[in-house]
């Protein structure tokens, strides 16, 4: 029987803050207190007047602010094949037998305190913040790690980039988009890295394409194609929307090397994954009373 595996608890505080003060934007941020949510991890849909987008001096939409994932009840979350066939990526050969690795004998990273590194972050539920100048953009996230960007349309990604969690990233302005390209990145057969929530794998030949837009004050939007040819057959995309949270929230410390209590009872993958593509027990599912035991855990087929 296949070793158990434990779900880690770790509880997220979202911190009180008294906003954060955006030199760059000229908007001020409004507040509809109809509609103001008390902080919280997940996001609920804007519903009050439609807001300007705010721009930064440069002319740019400024995407400062404090960002919740909004999550469509019928898509899987944490999955980057949400919106793929029977919400499974298109895995190569190659693909497979890495998905057999990270599922049968890899640990979650994350549950260890590595980085989730990208695309994973882009595909998680936890909210992130984004701090935003005309020449930087930095997405601070709730594991007290961050990814710093520098806009810049001259750069070029170098040939062959040392490999890291969030790779190395080029960015630029087409319009109201903000582009960005990353290459260099881990690859799941030799370091501790999944491609998303639900135990993907990636390889070191990832390369990722996002295009980030703020249609207005209340939301922020990316579309995400990843190309892997060494684990996937073709490349796939993933889309997602983030509400702005409430003037008191913001992100806040997160000690992963004192949450995590039971990292040594850990088993590998990421334990069932169900038909509707969410891992674990789902987001609508109830927790049980009583901790189930090992059988509750077999794997499911993967996705």
């Known amino acids: 029987m296949k070793r158990s595996h434990v779900g880690l608890a770790i509880v997220i505080g979202v911190a009180s803050l008294s906003g954060v003060a955006n030199r760059n934007s000229c908007a001020q941020s409004p507040i509809n207190t109809a509609t103001e949510e008390a902080p919280s991890i997940g ?15 440069d ?6 602010g ?9 898509k899987p979350g ?7 066939s029977d919400f499974r990526l298109p895995f190569s050969a190659l693909g497979l037998r890495a998905l057999s690795h990270t599922q049968d004998h890899t640990v ?28 930087r953009i930095a997405f601070n996230y709730l594991y007290n790690t961050h990814r710093l960007l520098t806009i810049d349309a001259m750069r070029k990604l170098p040939d062959a980039p040392a490999p890291t969690y ?18 260099g990145l881990r690859d799941s057969s ?26 207005d004050f209340h939301h922020l939007r990316l579309e995400m194609t990843v190309t892997d040819l060494r684990y996937y057959t073709r490349p796939f995309t993933f889309t997602h929307t983030w509400v702005r949270g409430g003037p008191k929230e913001g992100a806040t410390e997160y000690a992963c090397n004192e949450a995590n209590l039971a990292g040594s009872e850990l088993g590998p993958g990421p334990g069932p994954i169900g038909p509707d593509g969410n891992r674990g027990f789902g987001y609508d599912d109830p927790l049980p009373a009583e901790p189930p035991g090992p059988e509750a855990y077999e794997q499911s087929a993967p996705r």
């Open 43 to 57: 996001g609920k849909e804007y519903t009050g007047p439609v807001v300007a987008t705010p721009r930064g001096l």
């Open 59 to 64: 002319g740019h939409p400024d995407f400062t």
């Open 66 to 74: 404090f960002w919740k994932g909004l999550r469509d009840p019928k």
């Open 78 to 84: 944490g999955n980057l094949g949400k919106d793929e």
């Open 108 to 135: 979650d990273p994350e549950a260890q305190c590595f980085p989730g590194g990208i695309p994973r972050h882009n595909g998680s539920g936890l909210p992130f913040e984004v701090v935003h100048t005309p020449v």
């Open 166 to 183: 969030f790779g190395t990233s080029v960015s630029r302005w087409e319009g109201d988009t903000l582009v960005v390209e990353t290459a």
């Open 190 to 215: 030799l370091d501790h890295v999944w491609l998303d929530e639900n135990g993907n794998p990636t390889s070191s030949a990832t390369r990722v394409l996002e295009r980030w837009t703020r249609p």
